[in-house]
């Protein structure tokens, strides 16, 4: 829709149109002016050859017609013929025609309603803006406004003339013709702005006249074709004529009856004024000051919505109307700050609005400063590459709205500039571009949005607001109704738009290229089996007859429905299509009939060929419409005829759009389609992002064309400059028009001196200019004199409103607005010369981020790189006046080497600053669009060596940081090439297009040719593809080619060689050459197997290396890299480097040991203890590694007193290595094993050494990996011996070491290693309860009872598996394996048979806590007789042991109670089945607890509790914690800690909403042992060693950094909760002993 523009109303005429001269008056006037002079003798009249002969003729200016003899007629000059007409035929839009003309009349404007226009048009003062195109009539619809009456400003003439005549009293009377003709005649010349001069001639069209007298009217055979063509135009009849006038395209904003609403949310009533919506003051004001009577569609059905904060999603043509749509109310509803208030303190934006290029993000910025009042909303946008400081500052200053695009604010919140922590509505502008082009980072986007708004909803107290997220789009795509069901929860989606309402329906369409015989024959077989109704559309009567004939041939009933609207027969037969009774299934109609029914209830339909438009074919579908709505399966049948292949393209457009696949024969029709539209634009220019980018569009352009024909764009035209097609040129940048696009002059081509200007510029300053008057139209080349007096050809472009002309100076490529008085006419001859400015586009680059257009910033950014200076440029392509550039240098001659340095090339400055990235299909493209006028391959002229040695560089890797890299090739780890992770997109972009080109381009003509040193192209052996190679040597016929981009060598035969062409060595060589620092080889030459063990560590992976130092390169490459190299892959990174010191085949550089140099008896024992090591590894007889063994073993034992000296040095790298190696025999492997036990046993540095060089896990491998029990008894011990150190526990359980242990645990038949094992998993589960979780995963209950129930186990292994057991009977599903396992019976038996007192007191604990909160269990004990058992058991051991009749009376006790609580459960209520624990029995909270030097935390874990002031109470006291909650689902938790040691109540706190209670210690440094002063171990109370962080020296600045500690997520599901009332004899055990010795005190 255009802005509102100033009009004249020229004339009414008889007809009722209004002829209307929109924004163009002061051209008329001074186009009335010449036409006075240049008429002023008009000449012989044209004779009619018949007399008296008359013609209507139309004054094509003023909009009247008049009757004249043809002696009237004067033929004017040709120049007069060329401006299109100054009057445009309209009609007010949303007018009906009843208001205003009186048809049973004269058929002209009643009385009243001339009347009433006069008064509302007064005062002259008429805007215009063009709504529209009635397409049959060939009439503009207009809305007119006026501000006539200044109390009530502009108002809409069209809604106001309604108005008045809508309330009035229609007339009776009726005025003669002539008389209304009279009046209407009065009335405009009553409100036009000035009459036409006085007997001013007037051109004129004919409106009817024989085709022989419009040939006297012509001037005979005039020279230009041109001429002839625009001077046809003139003489053609109105309605034509007006369409060539009308540059307003048809109007595309829907109706309501094109908005369809989905969702359970509708809106009940659209909006229908701006009053209804509560915008503020200002925006209302801003809306009223534009003009804005309405909303549209789209605005009225979301508004509402948006302002409920609803999801919503809305699919609308462009320019309808979105972008005030989704702003307008956001904009309100920021304004009210109170809404926001519970949100966080942060900067983070309220709005985010993401588009997906920087014009659209432009422009929806220019919007928000529109609709803001002294910005009152702070706006931030964010496009393009720019790093402007101003735009991060505002970010971090806070902002309400910010306008992005994706990959900006990625980087924002990469860099922490802004945060999502604020965010309350998200809007995806252009929603189908960004899904389409921009689907990871929306991905990323999304998903950075839940973590912020999840981090919202734990920071705020209260309940946050939600985030709102709006899509709107211009299509119904897959990628959008992905998006929509993956971001949004019930969204309102609005469909402005039949066509896409149809796509959301899934509408099946189906195409039938072939005979409308064969395709109804092919779909007439399911007619009636599958649809109801069935509806066939034809474009004509004739077509729909004979489709009718068909279908009664085929046996179908079918009615056919030709008539006008008021047959009655018609009306009959859509009564009987409506009825639901009704036996007419299939009906025939034309498409006007069909037009006139607004048929709705058809289920299938048959298109007997294509319409001329999609909208056409849209409103049919729209016959389906209620079968659609309610989810039947619909289908539509396309038949497409050879008349209507033209239209193919669009067909195939249309069947994407619906999601279907489109075969290859219609694929390669629909292109001949477009090559034949393309024909048709002949005179049209070329698409400029087709040239700049090679950007095709699928269904073309209007007003461009996409193909190149030779006659027209070849670049040696005569009367053009006559440009190279390849070769080296010097250019002049004249003027950059963006980064792509610059204006330059052909200095030089090849060394040859181009022709230039000189002369020209002597004859332009010459010239006498002539003061007449001439044409001033568009494409005319004449000459404009400056204010400098300088005189420049120019090409006129355009006619401005204002007066002024748009003109470009084809000399200097610039273009600039002049005044008409400074044009002058040019003679011919300097007409005739070539244009000096030729345009250069710079091939291989586009904008970044997808975007379709450069920034600004980048065009600037050129401007002040190259405009003004001279350059050299490699042409790789030339068309008409155009070159097009794969480099742009400018050379720098450094006199001292005698070299030309070409580093200051554009392309790569520009990729390096961020503003462009490659694009390498670019100039493929052109190619192949330029056909014959492309160079052949051979042809393209290689730069000389000396001008261009600098473009071959090679990649660096950056110093003192890391970087990414991905390893290539491998000769040994002291010679291997990496590459760069982040140019392995250009790379592989490159080889595609050089496998493509390799074997079509020409063989080197002889071997001599390929010289020593030069690149080429060469073929790689295992794949076939061409890479880039440099040729290192000649053998024979053969060639050793090194692959520049992969660091490897190959020989190859001259056809496997191809030369290379100089843009492909714009990019920089891909491979580095490295080598691993700190080691060397254990011989004297690095073996293969340490290449191939490197290899196999570092394929296929994305490695990140350190720089250490840098030597010179003794191959191809310039430097070699010592680097450090790092797998971070995995949860540890790993050492690449060690891993090789680990597999034995390096060792730390300049520390390798000989051990048969060293003196044992001299040496110091830790280097021997090396030496050995390095010895075993080296052995090549078993005898000789048995008998190094030995005396490592020995040597190791009678050192154990000075063990943490092998932390010193290397020694603990040569023994590791020595465990890991896998071709030790297991003879060996055993000593070893001894010897470093002996090593870690009661060595905490050692074992933490171990630790933190990720070693732990070889141990554990090796107790998987062999059968050997005294090698697994071994490993285990080593293992026991880090149980203690931090992060053990955690590290065993996500690296799988756990797992192995269950795993080993299940199949081992050794008593000493089930013991270990039993140990090791007894130790683990009472660290942390996700270890039991793990072992419960892994079936240890199963494994434990089965090494107890077997007779021959020792009493001390069943004892430990009873303890363990007993531990893992805090897990409620390990207690539901116990029994599920036999238990119960295996257990029972212990207590029959075992007369050890420690394993029955075990055994008793573990029944204890198998039944708590299990009644199942219970149950089954209860059934397995334990009563009599205890029974027997307090007579047969009461008298050994005292505390065995307390166990057995506290256990039966505990049975008793759950024997009440089950047969109470089963008389009472449902609601108190659920729980064995009666109403008033409290419970104690699963709680954890951990310190530090000055305080002791405590956090409840219990889901179930309810926390908050009101909802439960805490007390401190000097030596006492106490908690009780509010009772939830008939429980009360309770905790009364009598504490280790005394608090300080008034320090004391809650934090983190009631769950967290730090007690403030009163003897601060001091370490608690435990938390309760009892050392009975409660299984509710555990220690949180992740959180645990005392130790002996902690000073005061812990306390400082306590708060920053987190609390990691626990598995809540897996706590139990014990009964408080329960005996605490059930609890302890023979481990509260051991806290005397001190060996492990912090098990609470």
């Given at each position: 829709m255009e802005e509102p523009r100033d009009v004249v109303v020229a004339n009414i005429d008889s007809d009722g149109y209004l002829w209307l001269r929109i924004g163009n008056e002061g051209e008329f006037r001074r186009f009335q002016k010449?036409?006075?002079?240049?008429?002023?003798?008009?000449?012989?009249?044209?004779?009619?050859?018949?007399?008296?002969?008359?013609?209507?003729?139309?004054?094509?200016?003023?909009?009247?017609?008049?009757?004249?003899?043809?002696?009237?007629?004067?033929?004017?000059?040709?120049?007069?013929?060329?401006?299109?007409?100054?009057?445009?035929?309209?009609?007010?839009?949303?007018?009906?025609?009843?208001?205003?003309?009186?048809?049973?009349?004269?058929?002209?404007?009643?009385?009243?309603?001339?009347?009433?226009?006069?008064?509302?048009?007064?005062?002259?003062?008429?805007?215009?803006?063009?709504?529209?195109?009635?397409?049959?009539?060939?009439?503009?619809?207009?809305?007119?406004?006026?501000?006539?009456?200044?109390?009530?400003?502009?108002?809409?003439?069209?809604?106001?003339?309604?108005?008045?005549?809508?309330?009035?009293?229609?007339?009776?009377?009726?005025?003669?013709?002539?008389?209304?003709?009279?009046?209407?005649?009065?009335?405009?010349?009553?409100?036009?702005?000035?009459?036409?001069?006085?007997?001013?001639?007037?051109?004129?069209?004919?409106?009817?006249?024989?085709?022989?007298?419009r040939q006297q009217l012509q001037p005979k055979q005039p020279a230009d074709p041109d001429v002839r063509r625009k001077l046809s135009t003139v003489l053609e009849a109105i309605p034509s004529q007006t369409s060539r006038v009308t540059e307003v395209k048809p109007n595309q904003i829907p109706t309501d009856d094109d908005v369809f609403v989905f969702g359970a949310d509708k809106p009940t009533v659209p909006i229908r004024s701006i009053a209804e919506m509560p915008f503020s003051p200002y925006i209302c004001q801003r809306l009223k000051a534009l003009h804005f009577r309405k909303p549209t569609p789209v605005q009225a059905y979301t508004w509402r919505p948006i302002f409920r904060g609803a999801n919503l999603v809305a699919v609308s043509p462009s320019n309808s109307g979105k972008t005030l749509a989704y702003l307008l109310p956001l904009l309100t509803a920021i304004s009210n700050q109170k809404s926001y208030e519970a949100l966080p303190l942060a900067t983070g934006p309220l709005v985010i609005i993401l588009s997906p290029y920087w014009e659209t993000a432009l422009f929806t910025y220019s919007q928000v400063q529109c609709f803001s009042a002294q910005k009152q909303f702070e706006t931030v946008l964010l496009y393009g590459s720019t790093e402007d400081e101003s735009d991060w500052l505002s970010l971090l200053r806070g902002c309400d709205v910010l306008v992005s695009t994706p990959h900006c604010l990625l980087k924002a919140l990469k860099h922490n500039y802004t945060n999502l922590m604020r965010i309350c509505h998200l809007?995806?502008?252009?929603?189908?571009?960004?899904?389409?082009?921009?689907?990871?980072?929306?991905?990323?986007?999304?998903?950075?949005?839940?973590?912020?708004?999840?981090?919202?909803?734990?920071?705020?107290?209260?309940?946050?607001?939600?985030?709102?997220?709006?899509?709107?789009?211009?299509?119904?795509?897959?990628?959008?109704?992905?998006?929509?069901?993956?971001?949004?929860?019930?969204?309102?989606?609005?469909?402005?738009?039949?066509?896409?309402?149809?796509?959301?329906?899934?509408?099946?369409?189906?195409?039938?290229?072939?005979?409308?015989?064969?395709?109804?024959?092919?779909?007439?077989?399911?007619?009636?089996?599958?649809?109801?109704?069935?509806?066939?559309?034809?474009?004509?009567?004739?077509?729909?007859?004979?489709?009718?004939?068909?279908?009664?041939?085929?046996?179908?009933?079918?009615?056919?429905?030709?008539?006008?609207?008021?047959?009655?027969?018609?009306?009959?037969?859509?009564?009987?299509?409506?009825?639901?009774?009704?036996?007419?299934?299939?009906?025939?109609?034309?498409?006007?009939?069909?037009?006139?029914?607004?048929?709705?209830?058809?289920?299938?339909?048959?298109?007997?060929?294509?319409?001329?438009?999609?909208?056409?074919?849209?409103?049919?579908?729209?016959?389906?419409?209620?079968?659609?709505?309610?989810?039947?399966?619909?289908?539509?049948?396309?038949?497409?005829?050879?008349?209507?292949?033209?239209?193919?393209?669009?067909?195939?457009?249309?069947?994407?759009?619906?999601?279907?696949?489109?075969?290859?024969?219609?694929?390669?029709?629909?292109?001949?389609?477009?090559?034949?539209?393309?024909?048709?634009?002949?005179?049209?220019?070329?698409?400029?992002?087709?040239?700049?980018?090679?950007?095709?569009?699928?269904?073309?352009?209007?007003?461009?064309?996409?193909?190149?024909?030779?006659?027209?764009?070849?670049?040696?035209?005569?009367?053009?400059?006559?440009?190279?097609?390849?070769?080296?040129?010097?250019?002049?940048?004249?003027?950059?028009?963006?980064?792509?696009?610059?204006?330059?002059?052909?200095?030089?081509?090849?060394?040859?001196?181009?022709?230039?200007?000189?002369?020209?510029?002597?004859?332009?300053?010459?010239?006498?200019?002539?003061?007449?008057?001439?044409?001033?139209?568009?494409?005319?080349?004449?000459?404009?004199?400056?204010?400098?007096?300088?005189?420049?050809?120019?090409?006129?472009?355009?006619?401005?409103?204002?007066?002024?002309?748009?003109?470009?100076?084809?000399?200097?490529?610039?273009?600039?607005?002049?005044?008409?008085?400074?044009?002058?006419?040019?003679?011919?001859?300097?007409?005739?010369?070539?244009?000096?400015?030729?345009?250069?586009?710079?091939?291989?680059?586009?904008?970044?981020?997808?975007?379709?257009?450069?920034?600004?910033?980048?065009?600037?950014?050129?401007?002040?790189?190259?405009?003004?200076?001279?350059?050299?440029?490699?042409?790789?392509?030339?068309?008409?006046?155009?070159?097009?550039?794969?480099?742009?240098?400018?050379?720098?001659?450094?006199?001292?080497?005698?070299?030309?340095?070409?580093?200051?090339?554009?392309?790569?400055?520009?990729?390096?600053?961020?503003?462009?990235?490659?694009?390498?299909?670019?100039?493929?493209?052109?190619?192949?669009?330029?056909?014959?006028?492309?160079?052949?391959?051979?042809?393209?002229?290689?730069?000389?060596?000396?001008?261009?040695?600098?473009?071959?560089?090679?990649?660096?890797?950056?110093?003192?940081?890391?970087?990414?890299?991905?390893?290539?090739?491998?000769?040994?780890?002291?010679?291997?090439?990496?590459?760069?992770?982040?140019?392995?997109?250009?790379?592989?972009?490159?080889?595609?297009?050089?496998?493509?080109?390799?074997?079509?381009?020409?063989?080197?003509?002889?071997?001599?040719?390929?010289?020593?040193?030069?690149?080429?192209?060469?073929?790689?052996?295992?794949?076939?593809?061409?890479?880039?190679?440099?040729?290192?040597?000649?053998?024979?016929?053969?060639?050793?080619?090194?692959?520049?981009?992969?660091?490897?060598?190959?020989?190859?035969?001259?056809?496997?060689?191809?030369?290379?062409?100089?843009?492909?060595?714009?990019l920089p060589i891909q491979a580095v050459e490295c080598s691993l620092s700190g080691i060397e080889s254990t011989g004297v030459d690095w073996s293969l197997d340490a290449g191939d063990l490197l290899w196999n560590v570092s394929r296929d992976k994305t490695l990140v290396a350190e720089v250490k130092e840098v030597h010179a390169s003794d191959s191809m490459g310039a430097f070699r890299y010592e680097i450090d190299l790092y797998d971070t892959s995995g949860d540890a990174t790993i050492n690449i480097s060690q891993q090789l010191i680990d597999a034995g085949f390096a060792v730390p550089a300049q520390r390798a040991l000989n051990a048969d140099s060293e003196d044992s008896d001299n040496a110091h024992w830790s280097r021997r203890l090396s030496a050995l090591c390095l010895a075993i590894l080296k052995a090549k007889t078993l005898d000789e590694q048995m008998k190094l063994a030995e005396e490592f073993r020995s040597l190791a034992f009678d050192n154990m007193k000075n063990k943490d000296e092998m932390q010193q040095g290397d020694g603990l790298t040569y023994l590791l290595s020595l465990v890991k190696a896998t071709c030790l025999p297991e003879k060996v492997l055993k000593h070893v094993l001894y010897g470093v036990a002996s090593l870690l046993f009661n060595s905490k540095g050692n074992c933490e050494a171990v630790y933190k060089r990720g070693d732990l896990q070889s141990f554990l491998n090796v107790t998987s990996s062999t059968s050997s029990s005294p090698i697994q008894f071994c490993c285990l011990c080593i293992v026991q011996c880090f149980l203690d150190i931090r992060g053990v526990s955690d590290s065993l359980r996500e690296d799988g070491g756990l797992k192995n242990l269950c795993a080993l645990l299940s199949r081992s038949d050794n008593p000493k290693v089930q013991r270990r094992l039993c140990i090791i998993l007894n130790k683990l589960c009472s660290i942390s309860i996700r270890n039991i979780f793990v072992v419960f995963a892994e079936q240890g209950v199963k494994s434990i009872l089965r090494i107890i129930s077997l007779t021959?186990?020792?009493?001390?292994?069943?004892?430990?598996?009873?303890?363990?057991?007993?531990?893992?009977?805090?897990?409620?599903?390990?207690?539901?394996?116990?029994?599920?396992?036999?238990?119960?019976?295996?257990?029972?038996?212990?207590?029959?048979?075992?007369?050890?007192?420690?394993?029955?007191?075990?055994?008793?604990?573990?029944?204890?806590?198998?039944?708590?909160?299990?009644?199942?269990?219970?149950?089954?004990?209860i059934r397995s007789g334990i009563d009599e058992r205890l029974t027997r058991l307090s007579k047969r051991l009461g008298p050994v042991a005292n505390e065995i009749p307390v166990l057995c009376s506290d256990l039966h006790k505990q049975i008793t109670e759950g024997r009440a609580a089950l047969e109470k459960s089963r008389s009472a209520p449902s609601a108190l089945k659920t729980s064995l624990i009666s109403p008033q029995e409290t419970l104690s909270p699963s709680v954890q607890w951990w310190q530090t030097s000055s305080a002791v935390f405590i956090k409840v874990l219990q889901r179930d509790v309810h926390f908050g002031r009101k909802k439960m109470e805490f007390g401190f006291s000097d030596n006492n914690f106490s908690f009780e909650a509010c009772v939830v689902h008939n429980k009360k938790f309770i905790l009364d800690l009598d504490l280790y040691s005394a608090i300080v109540p008034e320090v004391s706190r809650a934090e983190r909403g009631g769950c967290l209670f730090e007690l403030a210690k009163e003897k601060k440094g001091e370490a608690w042992p435990r938390l309760l002063k009892s050392k009975a171990k409660m299984p509710y109370i555990q220690v949180n060693y992740d959180q645990l962080s005392y130790d002996s020296d902690i000073d005061d600045t812990e306390e400082e950094n306590k708060t920053s500690q987190g609390i990691r997520k626990e598995d809540y599901d897996s706590v139990q909760i014990i009964p408080a009332g329960m005996p605490k004899s059930y609890y302890s055990s023979d481990e509260s002993e051991s806290d005397s010795d001190g060996s492990n005190t912090d098990t609470d």
């Open positions: 010449r036409l006075a002079l240049l008429c002023s003798q008009p000449g012989n009249p044209i004779v009619s050859p018949i007399r008296k002969q008359t013609f209507r003729l139309l004054y094509v200016d003023f909009g009247d017609s008049e009757v004249l003899p043809l002696n009237c007629l004067y033929p004017g000059p040709l120049a007069l013929m060329q401006p299109l007409p100054f009057a445009k035929k309209c009609w007010l839009h949303g007018v009906d025609r009843s208001l205003l003309i009186d048809e049973s009349s004269c058929g002209g404007w009643t009385e009243e309603a001339m009347a009433c226009f006069e008064s509302l048009t007064r005062a002259g003062n008429l805007t215009a803006k063009m709504m529209g195109l009635l397409e049959r009539r060939n009439v503009n619809l207009v809305s007119l406004y006026s501000s006539s009456s200044p109390s009530d400003g502009i108002f809409c003439v069209n809604e106001e003339l309604v108005k008045r005549l809508s309330v009035s009293e229609s007339r009776e009377i009726k005025l003669p013709r002539a008389e209304v003709r009279q009046k209407q005649q009065r009335l405009v010349t009553g409100i036009m702005e000035s009459p036409p001069l006085k007997g001013a001639p007037r051109l004129a069209a004919a409106l009817s006249l024989p085709s022989k007298q809007v995806f502008d252009d929603a189908d571009v960004l899904t389409e082009k921009f689907t990871l980072q929306i991905r990323e986007v999304l998903h950075e949005l839940g973590n912020a708004i999840e981090q919202r909803h734990r920071t705020v107290k209260e309940p946050a607001l939600s985030c709102q997220r709006l899509l709107f789009s211009s299509t119904w795509t897959p990628a959008v109704e992905s998006l929509v069901n993956a971001c949004l929860s019930k969204p309102l989606i609005v469909m402005a738009s039949k066509f896409y309402a149809a796509i959301y329906w899934k509408i099946k369409q189906v195409v039938h290229c072939a005979s409308v015989e064969e395709s109804l024959c092919a779909i007439a077989e399911n007619l009636l089996h599958e649809h109801e109704r069935f509806l066939v559309v034809t474009c004509s009567e004739a077509q729909a007859k004979r489709v009718e004939v068909i279908l009664k041939q085929l046996g179908v009933s079918v009615a056919c429905a030709v008539q006008d609207a008021a047959d009655p027969l018609l009306r009959q037969l859509m009564r009987e299509w409506t009825s639901t009774s009704s036996r007419l299934k299939i009906l025939v109609v034309r498409e006007v009939t069909f037009q006139l029914l607004q048929i709705s209830n058809a289920s299938a339909m048959i298109h007997v060929d294509f319409p001329t438009t999609r909208r056409i074919y849209t409103q049919r579908m729209m016959a389906m419409k209620d079968a659609a709505s309610t989810g039947k399966p619909c289908v539509s049948h396309l038949i497409l005829t050879e008349e209507s292949y033209a239209r193919l393209p669009l067909v195939v457009e249309m069947l994407r759009a619906f999601g279907h696949s489109v075969d290859e024969e219609l694929k390669q029709r629909a292109k001949e389609a477009i090559k034949s539209a393309e024909r048709t634009k002949r005179s049209l220019p070329i698409s400029k992002p087709l040239l700049a980018f090679g950007h095709f569009k699928y269904l073309g352009l209007p007003d461009y064309r996409q193909a190149v024909w030779p006659d027209l764009d070849s670049p040696s035209l005569p009367g053009e400059m006559q440009l190279p097609s390849s070769g080296l040129a010097t250019l002049k940048i004249l003027h950059v028009e963006d980064a792509s696009c610059f204006w330059a002059r052909l200095l030089d081509f090849e060394g040859r001196p181009f022709p230039w200007e000189t002369q020209l510029n002597l004859d332009l300053q010459n010239l006498q200019f002539d003061p007449s008057l001439f044409d001033c139209e568009e494409g005319v080349v004449c000459a404009w004199k400056s204010e400098e007096n300088a005189c420049y050809r120019v090409e006129i472009k355009k006619l401005t409103e204002k007066g002024e002309i748009k003109c470009f100076l084809i000399d200097h490529g610039s273009t600039k607005l002049v005044d008409s008085s400074d044009l002058f006419q040019l003679p011919a001859e300097l007409r005739r010369q070539p244009r000096l400015a030729v345009r250069v586009f710079l091939c291989g680059i586009q904008p970044t981020n997808y975007d379709k257009a450069w920034t600004p910033e980048a065009t600037e950014f050129c401007r002040s790189v190259a405009e003004g200076q001279e350059m050299k440029g490699n042409v790789a392509l030339a068309l008409k006046n155009t070159l097009f550039l794969t480099s742009l240098a400018q050379p720098c001659k450094l006199e001292a080497i005698n070299v030309t340095d070409f580093s200051r090339n554009v392309k790569r400055i520009l990729i390096k600053e961020g503003f462009a990235e490659s694009n390498p299909k670019h100039l493929r493209i052109l190619r192949s669009l330029a056909g014959s006028l492309a160079p052949q391959e051979d042809e393209t002229v290689a730069r000389k060596d000396d001008e261009w040695k600098g473009e071959v560089e090679s990649v660096s890797l950056p110093e003192k940081t890391y970087v990414d890299v991905f390893v290539c090739e491998v000769e040994t780890p002291q010679k291997f090439h990496v590459q760069l992770i982040d140019n392995l997109k250009n790379l592989n972009t490159l080889v595609k297009e050089l496998s493509r080109v390799g074997d079509a381009s020409r063989l080197p003509d002889d071997a001599d040719d390929i010289r020593i040193g030069s690149y080429c192209l060469a073929r790689f052996a295992d794949d076939g593809l061409w890479y880039r190679a440099r040729v290192q040597k000649r053998e024979g016929l053969k060639f050793h080619v090194y692959y520049i981009d992969y660091g490897d060598t190959s020989l190859v035969g001259r056809k496997r060689i191809r030369p290379i062409k100089p843009e492909w060595l714009e021959e186990t020792e009493d001390d292994v069943k004892e430990e598996a009873a303890s363990t057991l007993k531990i893992l009977m805090n897990h409620p599903r390990c207690r539901d394996s116990f029994r599920a396992y036999g238990g119960i019976p295996v257990l029972s038996s212990l207590l029959e048979t075992s007369s050890k007192v420690e394993l029955v007191v075990t055994v008793l604990q573990t029944f204890a806590f198998a039944i708590t909160e299990n009644s199942l269990t219970l149950k089954a004990l």
